[in-house]
DNA sequence: ACCTGAACACCGTTCAAGT
DNA sequence: ACCTGAACACCGTTCAAGT
């Protein structure tokens, strides 16, 4: 095994540069991010990232998709708890924002305007994504009287857009931590009138 | 006038920085924006920028704050039409989308995380004067008895909210072009429902 | 005041060549 | 398959010097 020493990367060296790369996005924002950088941090030469990522843009929009996949799971697992329309709406909203605070700078790269049009295509099916669970939730509470009645779009769509703009908010810090402790109850129940019979 | 021609540039160096970069900010996005370009494209050598804005960030930051300036601009005047408050909030609503679809990019820029969070405070700020303008709208629908009583932040923050997600879907191509003309009533519906009394 | 020109330390991307 | 090393054409920033 002494033989591969440092031959070659350990393993998986796309993973590698995904998982460090979100670590330096966190740490150091979005403009410290190099791909050399990234290369000598994991000790490869900096023309290796080429092999798994065609260019920088790659990279970033693999990084964008990694967390639409992590926030779905994470809101996934919020749908579960709750009983009610109105507990599973409010563990949606905070599921997201607490989503939103602890990884700002990777949001915004997930929903970063793409000046390529063909190349977010993946990103914006993720998105959908994300709203068809918003979809399922206003579907479910129509089903049992909890939500009014009409088309699932009609109520799905501006309680996703609401959703989305207070994470937003959260993250860009228009609002400070403590601004967005203190309007989250006052945003879910002005959702939950939206949606109300 | 020969005489000066071609030695200094042509009065503000400044503003001329600024309006070059918004075209190629809108125009080729903002990963192409590049200081040494604009300075070329100027006919000025690439260090005259540096006399107008430490770095690059700090033409950005200007950037965003006159995009701020412009939205703001244009939200008053919206605010002015209009005799009831579902009337203000709908012209409200559809000026901020027509602004995020013809400035993308900018919104963009506008409501990037920023890194140094010293550096924000006055894009913070900016914001926080379009917030204002939410509650000041929201006030006025209260005096009227066409919003529900309460706090003033626990309508207009929502209302502000709701605004921005939906504007930030739309420059984001989460929503194509028709999602948003075709949703967008069902979004002014649904926020009236939570401002109603 | 405002700008130039050279210099420095970085980039991203490509491509022959190695194992 | 996966990586290296050199090369190319760019960057942002700084700083003496010019007018």
């Known amino acids: 095994m002494a033989a591969m020493h440092r031959r070659y990367h350990h393993g998986d060296l796309r993973a590698a540069l995904?998982?460090?790369?979100?670590?330096?996005?966190?740490?150091?924002?979005?403009?410290?991010?190099?791909?050399?950088?990234?290369?000598?941090?994991?000790?490869?030469?900096?023309?290796?990232?080429?092999?798994?990522?065609?260019?920088?843009?790659?990279?970033?929009?693999a990084l964008a998709?990694?967390?639409?996949?992590?926030?779905?799971?994470?809101?996934?697992?919020?749908?579960?708890?709750?009983e009610t329309f109105p507990d599973r709406l409010g563990g949606l909203v905070r599921a997201y924002v607490d989503f939103a605070v602890a990884n700002a700078e990777l949001l915004d790269l997930m929903y970063t305007v793409k000046?390529?049009?063909?190349?977010?295509?993946?990103?914006?099916?993720?998105?959908?994504?994300?709203?068809?669970?918003?979809?399922?939730?206003?579907?479910?509470g129509q089903r049992d009287g909890e939500v009014r009645e009409g088309p699932v779009d009609s109520i799905a769509l501006p309680v996703f857009t609401t959703l989305h703009g207070f994470a937003s908010f959260a993250m860009s810090s228009v609002l400070?931590?403590?601004?967005?402790?203190?309007?989250?109850?006052?945003?879910?129940?002005?959702?939950?009138?939206?949606c109300a019979p």
């Open 176 to 194: 400070s931590a403590e601004q967005v402790a203190d309007g989250l109850d006052a945003v879910i129940a002005y959702m939950l009138r939206g």
């Open 65 to 82: 998709l990694a967390g639409f996949d992590r926030l779905h799971e994470t809101l996934a697992a919020s749908r579960e708890a709750g």
């Open 115 to 140: 000046h390529d049009p063909a190349a977010s295509e993946a990103l914006i099916a993720a998105a959908h994504r994300l709203g068809a669970m918003a979809e399922e939730m206003v579907a479910e």
């Open 18 to 61: 995904l998982t460090r790369a979100e670590q330096t996005l966190r740490e150091k924002g979005p403009g410290a991010l190099s791909l050399r950088e990234l290369a000598r941090d994991l000790g490869v030469s900096h023309a290796a990232p080429s092999r798994h990522f065609k260019d920088k843009q790659a990279l970033l929009d």
